[in-house]
């Protein structure tokens, strides 16, 4: 690690304290993801508290995530619910739903969480009767960034938001020429945020704990009238 990374987590930690304050369950699913040998690629607390301040503002009820790991992420989502409220999260790895299945029940979220396990584009069909949805979050494999979005686009709500990660990755996302199609589904996905006239979008870079990243956010205005 650079100083200059080692000092972006310093902060990251500093505002963990002073205003991000994660409540106990979370270092306890992150040490579970841990011991379960998943990859330390989930939200930090800090982006996790992010996307939970903003499924509160549009008092999100009904919520789908695309890219589960552990249930880190889910249950920053899940808790920013009403008990009414219900979220559908997407895994393409067994073995992850069950470190999420579990970690999800130790945050009391089992009633309001369903994980469904398979290739997020062959259970999107079927997800799709579930919405529309108040907030979708995307975060999993990149190159089906492109596909995810137009999914989100179709499945939210007037008024919804739609959060995309990893949009940055050190700043690849603006060589032109790659050949990465983790990079060319992600640039085309932004380009699709950029040009939807029902959003109201943005794409902001991240340090921090995570490195050098970004996200894209997205405010879902009215359904255009033919
Ligand atoms: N949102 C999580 C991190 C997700 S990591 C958090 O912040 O806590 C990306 C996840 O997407 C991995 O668990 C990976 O197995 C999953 N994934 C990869 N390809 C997928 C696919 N085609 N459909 C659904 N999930 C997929
Ligand atoms: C990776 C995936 C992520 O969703 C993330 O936030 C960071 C890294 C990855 O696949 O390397
Ligand atoms: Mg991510």
Redesign the pocket.
């Known amino acids: 690690m650079t100083e200059q990374e080692q000092t972006w987590l310093e902060v990251d930690r500093y505002l963990d304290g002073v205003i991000v304050r994660p409540a106990d369950v979370f270092e306890a699913i992150t040490a579970r ?1 841990d011991e379960a040998g ?2 330390a ?3 930090s607390p800090s ?2 508290k992010l996307l939970h301040v903003l499924a509160r503002m549009v008092q999100a009820r009904n919520i789908l ?10 249950v ?1 989502l899940a808790t920013a619910m009403e008990s009414d409220g219900r979220l559908i ?5 067994e073995r ?2 069950d470190v ?1 299945r579990r970690n999800i029940a130790m945050a009391g979220l089992a009633d309001r969480v369903e994980i469904r396990v ?6 999107l069909p079927d997800v799709a009767g579930r919405g529309p949805f108040d907030m979708v ?1 995307i ?3 990149k190159p ?1 960034n492109k596909a995810y979005i137009e999914w989100a686009l179709k499945l939210s709500r007037p008024g919804g938001v739609i959060v995309l ?1 990893n949009v940055i990755r050190d700043g690849e996302v603006i060589e032109p020429t790659s050949d990465d199609p983790r990079v060319i589904s992600t640039r085309a996905a932004l380009e699709l945020f950029g040009n939807d006239p029902r959003l109201v979008s943005t794409a902001v870079q991240t340090v921090g704990a995570k490195g050098w990243d970004g996200f894209a956010i997205a405010w879902v205005g009215p359904a255009q009238s033919a």
Do not use: K, R
């Open positions: 993801c998943l990859p690629i989930a939200v982006q996790g995530e695309i890219g589960t790991l552990g249930g880190y992420s889910t920053w999260t997407l895994e393409y790895d992850h739903a999420a398979g290739a997020a584009l062959d259970t979050f975060d999993a494999d089906n990660d």
